[in-house]
């Protein structure tokens, strides 16, 4: 199963409004994504909590429909 | 055993302990290997567990730390995190910092 690159961008800005979100289908297999999350809501989080949040914008396909997404975070 | 009990058997009894996919020896996904590698480049005597030979522990540590991929690393009871994390926490010296404070190095 394979997600969209898309579909990942706009699931995470969903939940967080402000993000800059770039992503890279690493292995052009629409299965192997990298995403930098830049956000004013990773302020005083730690990293454990900040990529939570990405994966819980993701609605469980995180694991599932999406194999493997590389997860860099940013506070702004 | 209940896999709850039996992962906090696992994390207590090992200081540093990663749940992988495979083996130290032979990884069975680039993440585990990553993170792996990054463990022996440290010199750092760690548990390995492979969670491809027990598909309720496959699922019970997804559960258990919240988190849902593998690898996952403990140090001392403490979930440190996943792939991305391990090797941004090595790429700044955090990880070396990290095993040096909890008296692991």
Request: glycine share 6%; aromatic share 6%; hydrophobic share 35%.
């Amino acid at each position: 199963m394979a997600m969209d690159l898309k579909e990942i961008e706009s699931l995470i800005k969903e939940a967080l409004s402000d993000a800059t979100v770039e992503i890279q289908d690493l292995a052009g297999d629409g299965n192997h994504y990298s995403a930098t999350v830049t956000s004013k809501e990773f302020s005083g989080k730690s990293k454990i909590e900040q990529h939570k949040m990405v994966y819980n914008s993701l609605k469980g396909k995180m694991g599932n429909e999406l194999h493997a997404l590389s997860i860099t975070t940013e506070g702004k | 055993m209940d896999v709850n009990k039996k992962i906090e058997n696992l994390i207590s009894e090992n200081d540093v302990c990663l749940f992988m996919k495979g083996t130290a020896d032979a990884p069975q996904c680039g993440f585990s290997m990553a993170v792996s590698n990054v463990l022996k480049h440290l010199n750092i005597n760690f548990k390995s567990v492979n969670v491809l030979e027990d598909e309720n522990l496959r699922q019970g540590i997804k559960d258990y730390s919240d988190w849902p991929t593998i690898p996952q690393l403990y140090v001392k009871k403490e979930f440190i995190g996943g792939c991305d994390i391990i090797k941004e926490m090595f790429e700044k010296g955090d990880l070396k910092k990290l095993f040096e404070d909890k008296k692991i190095i």
